[in-house]
């Protein structure tokens, strides 16, 4: 195993490796039931200043 074969093996099932990891994150994100847990992780900053006052 040298350089080139390991460049070669970075271009290619790097790139499917990256892109299934993104598409992985999209469904994540927008997977039906995320909504209220986006809402209350988006609220979270907030807590503490309502705390205070």
């Given at each position: 195993?040298d350089?080139n ?13 990256l ?13 039906p039931g995320?909504?209220k847990?986006?809402d ?5 900053p907030?807590k503490?200043?309502?705390?205070n006052?």
């Amino acid at each position: 195993m040298d350089y080139n074969l390991f460049r070669e093996l970075a271009d290619s099932w790097g790139l499917v490796y990256l892109f299934a990891l993104f598409v992985g994150v999209i469904f994540f994100t927008f997977r039906p039931g995320s909504r209220k847990k986006a809402d209350e992780i988006a609220k979270i900053p907030f807590k503490e200043d309502q705390s205070n006052g």
